[in-house]
């Protein structure tokens, strides 16, 4: 594989601005990776006030899309500034600030789709205040919104610890509303994206998918349910017909012993609560969210605000870190001939 020997220039969105996500960044600056250059995107006082509360050193560099792009050195970060709309304190949630939340992904995504960055890695953000704060109808999550931002029809959640990727076929949902989401169309869609993107992100010449039941047992034949027999079994025999190394549909209580997970290069399960509990239970803190089916590399921590934890200097950049290793991993696999 071919390295790529320019300065990468990495986006990073804090997140929600009383949680965890600026002094995250402040830890990740003390020693960031090899050549590239760490943009936060944010209100600098943010980063300023986690220095400090840290005990930390931090130089912040102003600067925008045209600036010239070059290595962060440790206890260093170039900052595109978003003014906050009021200051945030450690813990306390204002809905007055879900704008800004939103206002620096905004700017984050766009400058990624016009080629002024590699890659953007997003903090934890807090759902329930952006929804509350009426900031944008309906908000459901990164994902989503970073779909609308770029135009994506179908983007496909993956979350990756090591070799075990896990991917959703469906996302922020009620669990009532799963069974009628999960349809051949978007089943067929969804399948189609994570394999093109297991090729094209990860360098795996021939995938090998593990495909979920909805239902306990894979609907044990029709007795505990038949959407394995109406809709995901017909989806797998089309795509297998079109070359497709697909398994499945599997019961999900199995599936994730060390056997079987040998003979795939990733899950695909059929909600969000079926396959993520597994994942975090291995790799929690140091696992990666990213988004498949982007126009732009997007990565993300794989947890959330922890309101509680914000402020004390206790919250562990792993997760951050591994985000910005995967997304220069990516960069560099989008790079290679």
């Known amino acids: 594989m071919t390295a790529v020997s320019r300065v990468q220039r990495l986006l990073i969105t804090p997140g929600e601005p009383a949680g965890i996500g600026p002094e995250l960044l402040v830890r990740l600056a003390q020693v960031p990776p090899g050549n590239v250059e760490l943009i936060a995107v944010c209100d600098p006082a943010l980063l300023t006030a986690a220095a400090a509360q840290l005990a930390l050193p931090l130089t912040l560099h102003a600067g925008d899309e045209s600036t010239t792009s070059i290595a962060s050195n440790a206890g260093t970060l170039t900052v595109w500034p978003v003014p906050l709309a009021t200051a945030a304190a450690p813990g306390k949630l204002d809905a007055r600030n879900a704008p800004y939340v939103l206002h620096t992904l905004r700017r984050a995504a766009a400058a990624c789709l016009a080629g002024q960055a590699d890659a953007l890695v997003t903090g934890p953000i807090h759902k329930g205040i952006i929804n509350d704060a009426g900031a944008h109808a309906q908000f459901s999550g990164h994902t989503e919104f970073l779909a609308e931002l770029t135009g994506t029809a179908l983007?496909?959640?993956?979350?990756?610890?090591?070799?075990?990727?896990?991917?959703?076929?469906?996302?922020?949902?009620?669990l009532a509303a799963v069974p009628a989401a999960i349809t051949r169309e978007?089943?067929?869609?969804?399948?189609?994206?994570?394999?093109?993107?297991?090729?094209?992100?990860?360098?795996?010449?021939?995938?090998?998918i593990l495909v979920t039941g909805l239902n306990p047992h894979a609907g044990e034949g029709g007795h505990l349910g038949r959407e394995e027999i109406e809709v995901i079994n017909p989806v797998l025999d089309t795509l297998r017909a079109e070359g497709m190394a697909l398994e499945?549909?599997?019961?999900?209580?199995?599936?994730?012993?060390?056997?079987?997970?040998?003979?795939?290069?990733?899950v695909l399960t059929m909600f969000h609560d079926q396959g993520l509990p597994v994942l975090k239970h291995v790799g929690f803190g140091h696992a990666v969210n990213i988004t498949l089916g982007l126009p732009i590399i997007r990565t993300s921590v794989d947890h959330g605000v922890a309101l509680d934890l914000a402020g004390s200097g206790q919250a562990d950049a792993g997760s951050l870190r591994a985000a910005v290793d995967c997304a220069l991993h990516l960069v560099t696999n989008k790079a290679a001939p």
């Open 248 to 266: 499945g549909p599997l019961p999900a209580d199995t599936l994730f012993t060390p056997s079987v997970l040998a003979r795939g290069d990733a």
């Open 155 to 174: 983007p496909v959640m993956l979350l990756a610890a090591g070799t075990l990727r896990v991917a959703l076929a469906t996302t922020h949902l009620p």
């Open 186 to 208: 978007s089943l067929t869609a969804t399948l189609r994206v994570l394999h093109a993107e297991l090729i094209a992100k990860f360098g795996i010449a021939k995938p090998r």
